[in-house]
């Protein structure tokens, strides 16, 4: 059984970066589409950006585009979310996610993902 953990979030000034980690056990990552998504205070989860590491193909927000970079490193299970410039409007609970596809893009519609990590905070504010 696929376990996720996300770690990295935290308060940082507008502008600022982070670099938010999604760590697996239990499976190879390799083998599905990883998204990473966010929720702010009352409103619906969103889709950031995704992987699908085997077929090298990403895709992100349009919100997100040119500041923030997904990649992995399948030695150490892990999906990273490179985030820069960041905006207040960044704010929100991260989460990171896998699925399993037969299609080699990957998606940013959290309906479909199948296992999900427990998510971390990312506060942007001065």
């Known amino acids: 059984q696929l376990q996720l953990g996300e770690s990295g979030g935290g308060l940082v000034q507008p502008g600022g970066s982070l670099r938010l980690s999604c760590a697996a056990s239990?499976?190879?990552?390799?083998?599905?589409?990883i998204g990473w998504f966010r929720q702010a205070p009352g409103k619906e989860r969103e889709g950031v950006s995704c992987?699908?590491?085997?077929?090298?193909?990403?895709d992100y927000a349009d919100s997100v585009k040119d500041r923030f970079t997904i990649s992995t490193d399948n030695a150490k299970n892990t999906v990273y979310l490179q985030m820069n410039s960041l905006k207040p409007e960044d704010t929100g609970v991260y989460y990171c996610?896998?699925?399993?596809?037969?299609?080699?893009?990957?998606?940013?519609?959290?309906?479909?993902?199948?296992?999900w990590g427990q998510g971390t905070q990312v506060t942007v504010s001065s």
């Open positions: 992987i699908s590491s085997s077929a090298g193909i990403t």
């Open positions: 996610a896998a699925r399993l596809s037969v299609f080699r893009r990957c998606v940013l519609r959290p309906g479909e993902y199948e296992y």
């Open positions: 239990g499976s190879n990552l390799a083998v599905y589409r």
